[in-house]
T-cell receptor, first 112, second 112 residues
Framework: DQQVKQNSPSLSVQEGRISILNCDYT??????FLWYKKYPAEGPTFLIS?????DKNEDGRFTVFLNKSAKHLSLHIVPSQPGDSAVYFC???????????FGKGTRLSVIA | DAGVIQSPRHEVTEMGQEVTLRCKPI?????LFWYRQTMMRGLELLIY????????DSGMPEDRFSAKMPNASFSTLKIQPSEPRDSAVYFC??????????FGPGTRLTVL
């Protein structure tokens, strides 16, 4: 049973437009969320995170929004660039400091 | 600074052979994780260690899989005997007491 779900396997966006990647979770104990980015033939790299005490965290072109009542978070990339083309993984953790639980990933393609 | 180092980067073997994957975590990190990535299941945690001690191996698919961490700077994941369904990319990651995990480049395993 998947606790972290990324229901869109892929997403295509034009360069300069906004990319919105979505993630849903089922475990209400999760209190820390991360997004990782993965290029082909490389390991995932940390992108941005958010604690459950916040509903928004911004880092340059990347913003993560958290809706605790809906158990939903999203990653916004504005403006999207061709170099953003990668697989994005959503991950979550609970206060027991157990390992991260990852979603299956969404492949983003930014078209020039 | 060197990141997480994994070897080999690619491994092609025949069914029934023993496979050993190696990982050197980032110096000073006290947690080490082994993941497997497949199209069907995404990024799944196999086992993790805290201070060289295995904490949770419930993700290890079956007894053919084993992992060791003899010291803080080295870990192995062994598959014996290997089967075609073990073909995947295997990642090692390390962290220092926090949520952010740093991933190695992965080992692409192909079992013929």
């Amino acid at each position: 049973d998947q606790q972290v779900k990324q229901n869109s396997p892929s997403l295509s966006v034009q360069e300069g437009r906004i990319s919105i990647l979505n993630c849903d979770y089922t475990n209400s104990m999760f209190d820390y969320f991360l997004w990782y980015k993965k290029y082909p033939a490389e390991g995932p790299t940390f992108l941005i995170s958010i604690s459950s005490i916040k509903d928004k965290n911004e880092d340059g072109r990347f913003t993560v929004f958290l809706n605790k009542s809906a158990k939903h978070l999203s990653l916004h990339i504005v403006p999207s660039q061709p170099g953003d083309s990668a697989v994005y993984f959503c991950a979550a953790s609970d206060p027991g400091n157990t390992p991260l639980v990852f979603g299956k990933g969404t492949r983003l393609s930014v078209i020039a | 600074d060197a990141g997480v180092i994994q070897s080999p980067r690619h491994e092609v073997t025949e069914m029934g052979q023993e496979v050993t994957l190696r990982c050197k975590p980032i110096s000073g990190h006290n947690s080490l994780f082994w993941y497997r990535q497949t199209m069907m299941r995404g990024l799944e945690l196999l086992i993790y260690f805290n201070n060289n001690v295995p904490i949770d191996d419930s993700g290890m698919p079956e007894d053919r899989f084993s992992a060791k961490m003899p010291n803080a700077s080295f870990s192995t994941l062994k598959i014996q005997p290997s089967e075609p369904r073990d073909s995947a990319v295997y990642f090692c990651a390390s962290s220092l007491g926090g949520f952010e995990q740093f991933f190695g480049p992965g080992t692409r395993l192909t079992v013929l």
